[in-house]
């Protein structure tokens, strides 16, 4: 019921920044959480950060904190990841997840984006 689209991904340069977008359509996301998460070519999608649908703290995987911020705008239906400081193993695709719940702990999100490879090279 919700779809969502990635964009912004890229190439750069190790200690570059990045922002990346996802814009939501068929359903308001003001009633979900919204998550990025990200995999890299053989190993398991992982969790980077959240956003509530509350008025709750947004939640980041320790790898990523301090460099990367989550942010959401449901006026525009669109949810953002500002990266900051990359490094080479910040390389994976990244999607943008929906889930009607909490989102946290991390776990089974209800819809997912398509994803947008980010690669950092040094």
């Known amino acids: 019921q919700v779809q969502m689209a990635e964009s912004g991904g890229g190439l750069v340069q190790a200690g570059d920044s990045l922002r990346l977008s996802c814009a939501a359509s068929g359903r308001s996301i003001v009633n979900y959480a919204m998550g990025w998460f990200r995999q890299a070519p053989g190993k398991e999608r992982e969790f980077v950060a959240l956003?509530?649908?509350?008025?709750?703290?947004?939640h980041y995987a320790d790898f990523v904190k301090g460099r990367f911020t989550i942010s959401r705008d449901n006026a525009k239906n669109m949810v953002y990841l500002q990266m900051s400081s990359l490094k080479p193993e910040d390389t994976a695709v990244y999607y943008c997840?929906?889930?009607?719940?909490?989102?946290?702990?991390?776990?089974?999100?209800?819809?997912w984006g398509q994803g947008t490879q980010v690669t950092v090279s040094s």
């Open positions: 997840g929906a889930h009607h719940g909490t989102g946290w702990p991390p776990g089974k999100y209800d819809y």
């Open positions: 956003t509530p649908w509350s008025a709750a703290s947004t």
